[in-house]
């Protein structure tokens, strides 16, 4: 049963910074996928970042492009969101997800991914 808890979000005022962290058990470690997603009230869930724990690149959604980084602590078992020059259409529930097997043309779809976490709330203000 894979588990994956989300912390570090939090407020934060526009052009600020936020870094979540996602921690992984019970599977191998460099055998899945780990996305971030995120929803917003009234909208889809999306995809904003994703790695592979056994290999890069990651991939990135074209909405946080040179603004965020997601990357992995192969010793914790985390993988890390680093959010930078936050934008207040940012705030959302923010979700790591793990699967593998993705495609890459799945990367970022909500159903490819079995395996959820609780969420961290993120919240941008002008």
């Known amino acids: 049963q894979v588990q994956l808890v989300e912390s570090g979000g939090g407020s934060v005022q526009a052009g600020g910074s936020l870094r979540l962290s996602c921690a992984v058990s019970?599977?191998?470690?460099?055998?899945?996928?780990v996305t971030w997603f995120r929803q917003a009230p009234g909208k889809e869930r999306e995809g904003v970042a994703t790695i592979h724990t056994g290999y890069s690149p990651a991939f990135y959604a074209d909405s946080v492009k040179g603004r965020f980084t997601i990357s992995q602590d192969n010793a914790k078992h985390t993988i890390d969101l680093q959010m930078n020059n936050l934008k207040p259409e940012d705030t959302a529930m923010y979700y790591c997800a793990a699967a593998n097997g993705v495609t890459y043309s799945r990367l970022f779809i909500a159903d490819a991914y079995s395996n959820w976490g609780q969420g961290t709330q993120v919240t941008v203000s002008s």
């Open positions: 019970g599977y191998t470690w460099s055998s899945y996928r």
